[in-house]
């Protein structure tokens, strides 16, 4: 089994940044594409960023150039860097994960999730 922990959420200011991570554990053969998504009240759930096995990164119009992902193999975790946050960046974040666990395809899991708030 695997499981998908995100942390680093909480209350900032507007202008200001938050690290979120994704860590995964279990039994663990590759972990491929790994994706944050949100979920503001109300909304629907919206892709922020993406990075590949190999490092490729896709990030959405609204956090370009203020959002890094980046991945840390040897600690099967991901981040998540947002600077200059703004109020409509509040919501929950989500991690998600393509996992290759031994014997078996690759299977996708997502982290409970991890709220974020900004101030204006």
């Known amino acids: 089994q695997v499981q998908l922990v995100e942390s680093g959420g909480g209350l900032v200011q507007a202008g200001g940044s938050l690290r979120l991570s994704c860590a995964a554990s279990?039994?663990?053969?590759?972990?491929?594409?790994v994706s944050w998504f949100r979920q503001a009240p109300g909304m629907q759930r919206e892709l922020v960023a993406i990075?590949?096995?190999?490092?490729?990164?896709y990030y959405a119009d609204s956090v370009k150039g203020r959002f890094t992902i980046s991945r840390d193999n040897a600690k099967n975790t991901v981040y998540l860097q947002m600077n200059s946050l703004k109020p409509e960046d509040t919501a929950v974040y989500y991690c998600?994960?393509?996992?290759?666990?031994?014997?078996?395809?690759?299977?996708?899991?997502w982290g409970q999730g991890t709220q974020v708030t900004v101030s204006s």
């Open positions: 279990g039994s663990i053969v590759t972990i491929n594409a």
């Open positions: 998600n994960a393509g996992v290759t666990t031994p014997g078996q395809p690759p299977n996708n899991y």
């Open positions: 990075i590949a096995g190999g490092g490729n990164t």
